[in-house]
């Protein structure tokens, strides 16, 4: 069983930063976490994730080279840093657990997840 809550979210400008963290309990090294987000009207999809050593890392294509996601097993918390933040940004932002690294874009295969942060961007 793990544990997520999100925190970090708020109101930024276009073009600015923002980092999400969030925070765990339980077995979390044993765990992939993956960052996901939901728009109002649209489906969840898959933003980032990270492997459960760290080392490997998957961005979606709309964020790679804006946001880097990383996380310390020693704190139990995994963070995401947005930059060049877009409007199309906004959404609610949610981090989730996977067992296997394998399905780490897949939202479906996702075992836990947090109650989300809102993330809105200004134009």
């Known amino acids: 069983q793990v544990q997520l809550v999100e925190s970090g979210g708020g109101l930024v400008q276009a073009g600015g930063s923002l980092r999400l963290s969030c925070a765990a309990s339980?077995?979390?090294?044993?765990?992939?976490v993956g960052w996901f987000r939901q728009a109002p009207g649209k489906e969840r999809e898959f933003v980032a994730a990270i492997s459960q050593s760290g080392v490997t890392t998957n961005y979606a294509v709309s964020v790679k080279g804006r946001f880097t996601i990383s996380r310390d097993n020693a704190k139990k918390s995994v963070s995401l840093q947005m930059n060049s933040l877009k409007p199309e940004d906004a959404a609610v932002y949610y981090c989730a657990a996977v067992l296997s690294w394998v399905y780490n874009s897949v939202v479906e295969r996702y075992d836990f997840w947090g109650q989300g942060t809102q993330v809105t961007v200004s134009s």
């Open positions: 339980g077995r979390f090294s044993t765990y992939a």
